[in-house]
């Protein structure tokens, strides 16, 4: 069973950048789909980005698109969330999560295998 533990939140001014680390234990993530996905208060947890099994494609949701880069480095089975020109509405709880076996993406919460803990991300006006 794999463990998942983000890291790399906290408290950010509008405009600021903050990187977020997803890194797996127990198991490797080298040929899984990898996601990111947040809640914020009061809202349901959404999509933000995903990855591939290789690093070759990515995705993302259309709130983030060009604010927002998801990489891997599957030597380190760690999986990054790079997030500029951060806004308020970023402000939530931001998890990473397994998807399946030599996936192409993670995007439903549904086909997530495992998921960490969360990390608190707060972006400031």
């Known amino acids: 069973q794999v463990q998942l533990v983000e890291s790399g939140g906290g408290l950010v001014q509008a405009g600021g950048s903050l990187r977020l680390s997803c890194a797996a234990s127990?198991?490797?993530?080298?040929?899984?789909?990898m996601g990111w996905f947040r809640r914020a208060p009061g809202k349901e947890r959404e999509f933000v980005a995903t990855?591939?099994?290789?690093?070759?494609?990515?995705s993302y949701a259309d709130s983030v698109k060009d604010r927002f880069t998801i990489s891997r480095d599957n030597a380190k089975d760690t999986v990054y969330l790079q997030m500029n020109s951060l806004k308020p509405e970023d402000t939530a709880v931001y998890y990473c999560a397994v998807g399946t076996f030599y996936g192409s993406g993670l995007r439903r919460e549904t086909d997530a295998d495992a998921w960490g803990q969360g990390t608190q991300v707060t972006v400031s006006s």
């Open positions: 127990g198991r490797t993530l080298r040929r899984y789909a």
């Open positions: 990855i591939n099994w290789s690093g070759s494609s990515t």
